[in-house]
């Protein structure tokens, strides 16, 4: 997900998308352990992505509280 994409969405659908995102990082480092996952490179996009999400929110509450 680009930042864009992530400018464009409320905060409750971030929160919803970030609570996904965090399951779908934990299913994935089981399927690691187990060798079940073929695409390892999946794990550095979720990590990616929940950090530019994270990252956001915090710019947003950073804003609203120096106004």
């Given at each position: 997900?680009?930042?864009?994409?992530?400018?464009?969405?409320?905060?409750?659908?971030?929160?919803?998308?970030?609570?996904?995102?965090?399951?779908?990082l934990r299913?994935?480092?089981?399927?690691?352990?187990?060798?079940?996952?073929?695409?390892?490179?999946?794990?550095?996009?979720?990590?990616?992505?929940?950090?530019?999400?994270?990252?956001?929110?915090?710019?947003e509450k950073?804003?609203?509280s120096?106004?």
């Amino acid at each position: 997900m680009k930042m864009k994409e992530i400018r464009e969405k409320s905060k409750e659908e971030l929160n919803k998308i970030l609570h996904e995102l965090h399951d779908k990082l934990r299913e994935c480092r089981f399927k690691v352990a187990q060798k079940q996952l073929k695409n390892v490179r999946e794990i550095r996009n979720l990590k990616r992505t929940i950090a530019r999400i994270l990252t956001f929110l915090n710019q947003e509450k950073i804003t609203k509280s120096k106004e």
